[in-house]
């Protein structure tokens, strides 16, 4: 087995050089024909530092914990993507834990954020079982940031530009001429949900009837359940702004299963962007947010040595409009 005393040898350095171009030492002033040369004989020797003993003399785990509601939805996968990147550049690693899959405040995760066993916590989830976490966080001063969700239990809650989405979305039906224009929103509650709510309300103005507004989880069935529901009560509704794209796709579901011709009869907007709405039978407007710049973000604040973290940070990058065939004109198609 190569030891670190090796790899220092072959390079023609200090072992401390070696240990400190490995664990990515932002302090070391050196060369970079030097540290290209050193990680060129870690590569070449396949040598894996010993993370156990880095964690004893550091009294650091090297992990971040990232626990979401739901790992099979799409877009949490996005942010993931843009958080293990920056994991990576901090030399962490990512411990993925999904809070619809059973009991994880009291899990095997929750024991080791309880334990003081990871560096940080990124949370984009809430209930109860977010709740523990959090609290099993804090009494370790376990640094904890929340996405999209304020919980009010502390740490540093990140937010998107949520209610410029809203606003483009709600935006672009106004300005093909649409005027009843109903919303499929998120879960009421949640800090996401209003400022979405707000974006909505704003751009339609006068036009905002609360009773235009259904609620769903970012879930295929039940945004077709609560589009079927919304639409059969208010039959002159010829736009919808969806607040998620999962739940979008459930909405155009139900608009074919009243008979309802997409964009001719309903067009539908929506906030987010995943690879297949593009490859439905209609292809999605969306809003495209700056997911995977929100998980670098994160992953960023969690691993901030010796400061006083914000309680609140705003992604500053404007979200991406992208048209495609779900919106037209009224009694039009695109």
């Not at 540093?156 to 410029?164: F, G, N, R």
């Not at 909405?251 to 067009?267: W, Y």
Request: hydrophobic share 45%.
């Amino acid at each position: 087995m190569t030891t670190l005393a090796e790899i220092a040898r072959r390079a023609g350095v200090s072992p401390a050089l070696v240990s400190r171009v490995i664990n990515n030492d932002e302090t070391l002033r050196v060369s970079q024909e030097t540290r290209e040369s050193v990680l060129r004989v870690v590569h070449e020797a396949n040598y894996a530092p010993n993370v156990a003993a880095q964690s004893l003399r550091s009294s650091k785990s090297g992990t971040i914990a990232f626990v979401v509601h739901d790992a099979a939805n799409p877009v949490y996968g996005e942010i993931l993507r843009g958080a293990q990147a920056e994991a990576e550049r901090q030399n962490k690693a990512i411990l993925l834990g999904d809070s619809a899959a059973g009991n994880v405040g009291n899990s095997r995760l929750a024991q080791m954020i309880g334990g003081g066993g990871v560096d940080g916590l990124i949370l984009q989830a809430a209930g109860v079982q977010a709740d523990n976490l959090i609290i099993k966080a804090a009494r370790k001063k376990v640094p904890v940031v929340q996405l999209q969700t304020d919980t009010g239990l502390g740490g540093t809650l990140i937010q998107l530009p949520d209610a410029t989405a809203a606003k483009i979305a709600t935006r672009h039906l106004r300005d093909l001429g649409h005027r009843t224009i109903g919303c499929l929103a998120t879960v009421e509650g949640l800090t996401f949900t209003e400022s979405r709510m707000k974006g909505w309300q704003d751009e339609m103005g006068a036009d905002a009837d609360p009773s235009l507004v259904a609620h769903a989880a970012p879930v295929a069935a039940e945004g077709e359940a609560a589009t079927r529901e919304l639409l059969l009560r208010h039959t002159e509704i010829t736009g919808l702004v969806c607040f998620n794209v999962i739940a979008a796709i459930g909405a155009t579901r139900a608009a074919g299963a009243l008979g309802l011709d997409v964009p001719r009869d309903l067009s539908i907007a929506s906030i987010h962007d995943v690879k297949f709405a593009e490859d439905l039978k209609v292809p999605l407007t969306v809003v495209r947010m700056p997911l995977a710049e929100m998980g670098q973000v994160a992953a960023r604040t969690v691993c901030i040595k010796g400061a006083e973290l914000p309680a609140r940070m705003a992604i500053a990058t404007s979200p991406e409009f992208v048209q495609r065939q779900s919106t037209a004109a009224p009694g039009r198609r695109p």
